[in-house]
Nanobody, 115 residues
Framework: QVQLVESGGGLVQPGGSLRLSCAASGSIFSIYSMGWYRQAPGKQRDLVALIPSTGNTNYADSVKGRFTISRDNAKNTVYLEMNSLKPEDTAVYYC?????????WGQGTQVTVSS
């Protein structure tokens, strides 16, 4: 099994910043990709950003230029730097890891952007 533990969510004012972290542990032999999805109330879970073990990152159009995903392979950790946050960024953010073709999810962390 693979465990993903997220941290860094919270309440922030519009225009503010937050940094999410997700550490993977357990039966990790090869992580192909890691990333972040989010789900707002009443909506489906959507991709925010994805970073493969090698190659280019992938961002949702709505966060391009504001969010940055990065990865520390030695620590099996993925980060999401979120700047210029907007109220529409409010959602539960889920960490995702593809380990040898199998998908794993974190428990989610709430991000609320409100004045």
């Amino acid at each position: 099994q693979v465990q993903l533990v997220e941290s860094g969510g919270g309440l922030v004012q519009p225009g503010g910043s937050l940094r999410l972290s997700c550490a993977a542990s357990g039966s990790i032999f090869s992580i192909y990709s890691m990333g972040w999805y989010r789900q707002a109330p009443g909506k489906q879970r959507d991709l925010v950003a994805l970073i493969p073990s090698t190659g280019n990152t992938n961002y949702a159009d709505s966060v391009k230029g504001r969010f940055t995903i990065s990865r520390d392979n030695a620590k099996n950790t993925v980060y999401l730097e979120m700047n210029s946050l907007k109220p529409e960024d409010t959602a539960v953010y889920y960490c995702y890891a593809n380990v040898r073709g199998l998908g794993f999810w974190g428990q989610g962390t709430q991000v609320t952007v409100s004045s």
